[in-house]
T-cell receptor
Framework: NAGVTQTPKFRILKIGQSMTLQCTQD?????MYWYRQDPGMGLKLIYY???????DKGEVPNGYNVSRSTTEDFPLRLELAAPSQTSVYFC????????????FGSGTRLTVV | TQLLEQSPQFLSIQEGENLTVYCNSS?????LQWYRQEPGEGPVLLVT?????EVKKLKRLTFQFGDARKDSSLHITAAQPGDTGLYLC??????????FGKGTKLSVIP
């Protein structure tokens, strides 16, 4: 049982380039999330989805886009990469109910130079 | 605006010592979750506390939810090097999203 799979694990981008971070889950969870984690700053929500075809902005959405065409996949698109987007990105899934927690992927470490 | 504070920010202790870390807020929450994140990995859920005053134990880890459901603590007894990591609290405010604290970075020295 793979859980939440993120690819790639590491990536270096040049300023202005674009890329897609992939996230796939096999847990049949409706809710999916993208967070970024910067040193000493905790996890900041970028975008989330409550089901296929439905997405919404989180706390820090600027410079990113998402889509959710299937329950399993929730890719994060970076357009025109900037140094401020250097971070570790985590995808997570969740179910309904206040007692159910998130399952996280192992992250993508992105450096923009 | 919800203010969420975790303390201490950093903690370095010797193996075998006890420790407590805290998660405090100005808001009341439906429930609260604790996660541990090891270097290079995503956070992993440790526990969810739901009822004010609730105490949950997970081996050497004891979690408590404040009576007013605004704060929580995590106590580790006889810490081991395997406890090293970033401890994050995440209150559940009733929406689809969790808000995470900045965490307590714990180092347990053998």
């Amino acid at each position: 049982n793979a859980g939440v799979t993120q690819t790639p694990k590491f990536r270096i981008l040049k300023i202005g380039q674009s890329m897609t971070l992939q996230c796939t889950q096999d847990m049949n969870h409706n809710y999916m999330y993208w967070y970024r984690q910067d040193p000493g700053m905790g996890l900041k929500l970028i975008y989330y989805s409550v089901g296929a075809g439905i997405t919404d902005k989180g706390e820090v959405p600027n410079g990113y886009n998402v889509s959710r065409s299937t329950t399993e996949d929730f890719p994060l698109r970076l357009e025109l990469a900037a140094p401020s987007q250097t971070s570790v990105y985590f995808c997570a899934t969740g179910t309904t109910g206040k007692e159910y927690g998130y399952t996280f992927g192992s992250g993508t470490r992105l450096t923009v130079v | 605006t919800q203010l969420l504070e975790q303390s201490p920010q950093f903690l370095s202790i010797q193996e075998g010592e006890n420790l407590t870390v805290y998660c405090n807020s100005s808001s009341v929450f439906s429930s609260l979750q604790w996660y541990r994140q090891e270097p290079g990995e995503g956070p992993v859920l440790l526990v969810t506390v739901v009822t004010g005053g609730e105490v949950k134990k997970l081996k050497r880890l004891t979690f408590q939810f404040g009576d007013a459901r605004k704060d929580s603590s995590l106590h580790i007894t006889a810490a081991q090097p395997g406890d090293t990591g970033l401890y994050l609290c995440a209150p559940w405010a009733g929406s689809y999203q969790l808000t995470f604290g900045k965490g307590t970075k714990l180092s347990v020295i053998p």
